[in-house]
């Protein structure tokens, strides 16, 4: 049971490229998030997929888009990358969704924009 | 509207001394408060949760945190720190009946001396 794993672990860009961050779990949850992790700010939310099917933005979605590719994987797409976009990025997700709920959290991908 | 603070960036103790976290939040209704730990270069993981229940809650590693709605205050302590408990500590609150309104304090960096 490996819980929740991100690929790549590093990523260096330069602008204007794009790139995809993988998310997977084991876990049967139906709930998956994507989160970035800037100094001093904790995570926000960037989008988020309640089921299977369905996605929505969360607090920071510009420049960002994602693909819930079925109850397993949820992945986050880059575009064209920009020097703010520099982060770590964190996948997690969690049961249901509720505001109960439990998140588990991947080790995270750190993200470099030159 | 819901917010969270945490009232101290970084936090120093020694070994074996307790631990204070200081948290407070904002919410227009009965919230679902957090604490995750965040080891370095690790994602995130639950320490503790609170979901309208006990006010005192208990959660792993020897940690606790007391739920005060007169003092919107959802303090974190330990008895007794250990060199292991080094670590950044996020409050989290959690919105009305779903985990996507959820919220992240800006973190704790709790440091152990000798």
């Known amino acids: 049971n490996a819980g929740v794993t991100q690929t790549p672990k590093f990523q260096v860009l330069k602008t204007g490229q794009s790139m995809t961050l993988q998310c997977a779990q084991d876990?049967?949850?139906?709930?998956m998030y994507w989160y970035r992790q800037d100094p001093g700010m904790g995570l926000r939310l960037i989008y988020y997929?309640?089921?299977?099917?369905?996605?929505d933005k969360g607090e920071v979605p510009n420049g960002y888009n994602v693909s819930r590719l079925n109850k397993r994987e949820f992945s986050l797409r880059l575009e064209s990358a920009a020097p703010s976009q520099t982060s770590v990025y964190f996948c997690?997700?969690?049961?249901?969704?509720?505001?109960?709920?439990?998140?588990?959290f991947g080790p995270g991908t750190r993200l470099t924009v030159l | 509207a819901q917010s969270v603070t945490q009232l101290d960036s970084h936090v120093s103790v020694s070994e074996g001394t307790p631990v204070l976290l200081r948290c407070n939040y904002s919410?227009?209704?009965?919230?679902?408060l957090f604490w995750y730990v965040q080891h370095p270069n690790k994602g995130l993981q639950l320490l503790l949760k609170?979901?309208?229940?006990?006010?005192l809650v208990k959660g792993i590693n020897g940690f606790e945190a007391e739920f005060k709605k007169s003092e919107t205050s959802f303090h974190l302590t330990k008895p007794s720190a250990h060199m292991s408990d080094a670590a950044e500590y996020f409050c989290?609150?959690?919105?009305?009946?779903?985990?996507?309104?959820?919220?992240f304090g800006s973190g704790t960096r709790l440091s152990i001396r000798p």
């Open positions: 876990m049967n949850h139906n709930s």
């Open positions: 919410s227009s209704y009965s919230p679902s």
């Open positions: 997929s309640a089921s299977e099917g369905t996605t």
């Open positions: 989290v609150v959690a919105g009305y009946s779903s985990a996507s309104k959820i919220i």
């Open positions: 609170y979901t309208s229940a006990a006010t």
């Open positions: 997690a997700s969690s049961v249901e969704g509720s505001s109960t709920d439990t998140q588990y």
